[in-house]
């Protein structure tokens, strides 16, 4: 059984359940209808008996998903801004329906995937990267933080990776998104084609140990001696400084890139005692966004939070929480 549309296209193949997001010029980014779309297939397949996994991919071959549709984001922002808002309001409830999704949801991360794509991506239950990913959060660019959950699994990442990717809005390999929490198995591009026929002839948990490889050394890991050091300052203008002053120069680097994203964020302090798990949270609110519950540190030491595992950001409704597959 197969359902077409222009954005998405919504198949069966057995007992698999296919989405494959589909604007290729435009990198699969995501508009309000391709949420919508998901959102629906989502909530149908998971009361469906016949239906035992759903993969997501991407049509073309330059990657899944290039984040939202930044044309749509604008235009509306000049119109008032009302459709954006309900975009990211779907948009986020998505992420929480994918993140809790009661059946295996196989996310082939190939080529680039950022912003949104994370979000659609990384919540699964099975993060599958290959060695032509490319994935980033590069919302600091526009002054945002990495929003889709992305602060979620960023805060969890070992040592300083998580905040150097957030402040940075760098791209990164799969073998650093297996290594940072946001993927689980790495599979050779070249397989893919097999490796999806294997799921829906064999079942997702035969297909992974016959298809998945060992990942090749995360070269984010490998930093880790200067980043840990650059990155325990306490404000972001203390981190560019020491990564100016440290001799190697992918720190230099680093602090050029971070220097180029918006000043704002450069103001943003927290308490140097932080320690590891001194973050706590000390205020619940209602997002206006997603209509979600969420509590977060005081202003003071939201950057900060980044890098902090014990910060554990929780979106509920209706007494769902999104939570981390790791």
Not at 65 to 82: E, T, W
Not at 272 to 279: E, L, Q, V
């Amino acid at each position: 059984m197969t359902a077409h549309s222009d954005e998405v296209l919504i198949r069966v193949d057995g007992h698999i359940g296919f989405l494959t997001l589909n604007r290729p010029k435009a990198i699969n980014s995501l508009t309000h209808p391709m949420v919508t779309a998901l959102a629906q297939a989502l909530t149908r397949w998971s009361a469906d008996d016949d239906i035992t996994a759903v993969v997501l991919d991407g049509a073309g071959e330059r990657g899944l998903c290039a984040g939202g549709d930044v044309v749509a984001v604008y235009n509306s922002a000049r119109a008032g801004g009302a459709e954006v808002r309900k975009f990211w309001f779907d948009e986020y409830r998505l992420n929480a329906q994918i993140a809790n999704f009661p059946k295996p949801y196989v996310a082939i991360m190939d080529g680039i995937v950022m912003g949104g794509g994370v979000g659609v991506a990384t919540h699964g239950s099975v993060r599958v990267v290959t060695d032509t990913s490319k994935i980033a959060m590069p919302e600091v660019g526009i002054g945002l933080i990495p929003d889709v959950g992305g602060t979620y699994l960023l805060s969890r990442a070992p040592g300083g990776l998580g905040l150097h990717v957030a402040l940075s809005g760098a791209p990164f390999s799969g073998a650093d998104a297996i290594a940072l929490g946001f993927a689980d198995h790495y599979v050779p591009h070249d397989a893919l084609q097999a490796f999806t026929a294997a799921i829906v002839s064999d079942g997702v948990q035969a297909a992974l140990p016959a298809f998945a490889v060992e990942p090749p050394p995360s070269a984010l890991v490998a930093q880790r001696h200067w980043i840990d050091e650059c990155y325990s300052g306490e404000t972001v203008a203390d981190i560019i400084a020491a990564l100016r002053e440290h001799p190697d120069e992918a720190a230099t680097a680093a602090a050029d890139l971070i220097a180029s994203r918006s000043p704002s964020r450069c103001r943003s302090r927290w308490p140097r005692s932080a320690g590891p798990h001194s973050c706590r949270p000390s205020k619940t609110f209602w997002c206006r966004s997603t209509g979600c519950r969420v509590r977060r540190p005081a202003p003071t030491t939201w950057w900060r939070a980044f890098a902090r595992r014990s910060w554990t950001r929780t979106a509920i409704r209706n007494g769902t929480r999104l939570r981390s597959r790791r």
